[in-house]
C-alpha cells in the first residue's frame, strides 16, 4: 500500500479541488472513504472524533486547519481576517489533549503566520498552503529516515509486536513503528508482525492488521491480554510502538495498554522499542507524569458502534493514554538515530546543534 521512498498509494491525508481529505479511520477496514474538510473547525471536530488520529497525522491535519481558515476568509477585511485565523488556532488547540505533534505543527503555523500577516490576505493564505504540504512533506521523509535507522535493530526473521497503530495511517505516510517494519521487509528481511486489537477503539485490529495485510507482511491479530502468554512462550522477538508524545526525560506515552506491554517485555528481556519523530519529542514536558492523559467517551468501553455489551449505566474509565517510565524504553528510533536507553541528557541531544 506505502512503498518505502515513494510517494503513498493511499494517502492518510491529501490535498484536493481547494480542500483537505481525510481517511474516515472509524469505518475501516470495513470502508474505505475520505471525509472533505473545507474550515478549521471542520478538521478539529474530524481531529476530535477520530477520524485522523495518530500524532504525526493530527499534526498535518491541523496545519491543514490553519491554511483552510485562512483561504475560507481570504477576501474578508483584515480585522476579520486576523481574527478568524486566532479563532481557527483556538478551536484547533482544544481538539485533542496528549498528542503534542498538534501544538507542534500549531505553533509552526503560528510563528509562518507572524512573520507573513502583514501581507496581503490572498498571499498569507497561499503561504500557510505551502507551509503545511511542507509539513506534510516533511512527515513522510522523517518516517522514511527512521525507518532506515529502526530496522538495523531487527534481525531477519524477526516477530515483532506492536500497539495500535503506528503505521501509514497514523502519518503522512510511511509509519513509524510500521514504518521500521515496512523498511526491515524493504531490505530483504523476513519479519512478521503480531498486532494487539488495541482496546477500546481496536486501532490494532481494525487499521495495522489492514495495512499488513495490504502489503502482504505477515500479521497475526491478538486480544490485548494474549501478549504476556505469548512472550512467555518465546514467540515475541521485540516489540515496537509508536508515541502521540515522549517528555524531557524520555517517558512515552502512547495508547492505552502500552505501559503494560513494556512491563511485560522487561519481564521477559525482550527489546522494547519506540519510533518517533523529534516533533513528538516535547523537552518542555519535564517528565511522564506531567503529559496530559485524554479522557474519551464511556461508550467507547461500553460497545463498539451498534452493539452494547455493557450494563446501561455502569460507571466507566476511558484514559486514551498510559505512560510508560524511560527505564522500560530499550531505544527511541528518531530521524536523527537511535536513542539507546533514552534519558534526559540523550534526548536533549538530539537537538543539539
Not at 242 to 266: E, P, S
Not at 304 to 326: E, H, I, L, M, S
Amino acid at each position: 500500500m506505502l512503498p518505502s521512498n515513494s510517494s503513498p498509494v493511499v494517502e492518510t491525508l491529501r490535498w484536493r479541488g481547494g480542500h483537505l481529505e481525510m481517511i474516515d479511520q472509524r469505518v475501516l477496514p470495513a470502508h474505505f472513504e475520505y471525509v472533505a474538510y473545507a474550515t478549521a473547525a471542520e478538521v478539529a471536530e474530524g481531529i476530535r472524533t477520530m477520524v485522523v488520529r495518530g500524532a504525526p497525522a493530527i499534526g498535518c491535519a491541523a496545519a491543514y486547519g490553519v491554511a483552510l481558515e485562512a483561504l475560507a476568509q481570504q477576501r474578508a477585511n483584515p480585522g476579520a481576517f486576523s481574527a478568524a485565523i486566532e479563532t481557527a488556532f483556538e478551536v484547533l488547540a482544544a481538539s485533542r489533549p496528549t498528542a503534542v505533534n498538534l501544538f507542534w505543527a500549531l505553533k509552526r503555523m503560528r510563528q509562518f503566520w507572524e512573520t507573513h500577516r502583514h501581507r496581503a490576505a490572498t498571499e498569507v493564505a497561499a503561504a500557510l498552503l505551502a507551509e503545511a504540504h511542507e509539513i506534510l512533506a516533511e512527515d513522510i521523509r522523517s518516517n522514511e529516515a527512521m525507518g532506515a535507522h529502526g530496522a538495523a535493530l531487527l534481525a531477519d526473521g524477526a516477530r515483532v509486536l506492536t500497539h495500535c497503530n503506528a503505521g501509514a495511517l497514523a502519518t503522512a505516510g510511511h509509519g513509524t513503528a510500521l514504518g521500521v517494519i515496512r523498511s526491515a521487509v524493504a531490505a530483504g528481511k523476513r519479519i512478521s508482525v503480531i498486532a494487539d486489537e488495541t482496546r477500546p477503539f481496536l486501532q490494532g485490529a481494525r487499521l495495522t492488521a489492514w495495512e499488513m495485510m495490504q502489503e502482504h507482511i505477515p500479521v497475526t491479530l491478538i486480544t490485548d491480554n494474549m501478549a504476556g502468554h505469548l512472550m512467555s512462550l518465546g514467540e515475541v522477538d521485540a516489540v515496537i510502538v509508536g508515541t502521540d508524545r515522549v517528555a524531557a526525560n524520555g517517558d512515552v506515552a502512547n495508547k492505552i495498554g502500552t505501559y503494560m506491554v513494556a512491563v511485560l517485555a522487561h519481564r521477559h528481556g525482550i527489546p522494547f522499542y519506540v519510533a518517533c519523530p523529534l516533533s513528538t519529542i516535547d523537552r518542555d514536558i519535564p517528565n511522564g507524569a506531567a503529559i496530559p492523559i485524554e479522557e474519551r467517551p464511556a461508550d467507547e468501553v461500553t460497545g463498539y458502534r451498534d452493539c452494547q455489551w455493557a450494563a446501561k449505566g455502569v460507571k466507566v474509565r476511558n484514559p486514551a493514554f498510559d505512560v510508560t517510565p524511560a527505564e522500560l524504553v530499550t531505544a527511541l528510533i528518531t530521524e536523527q538515530g537511535v536513542v539507546m536507553a533514552p534519558n534526559r541528557e540523550r534526548v536533549s541531544a538530539l537537538f543539539a546543534g
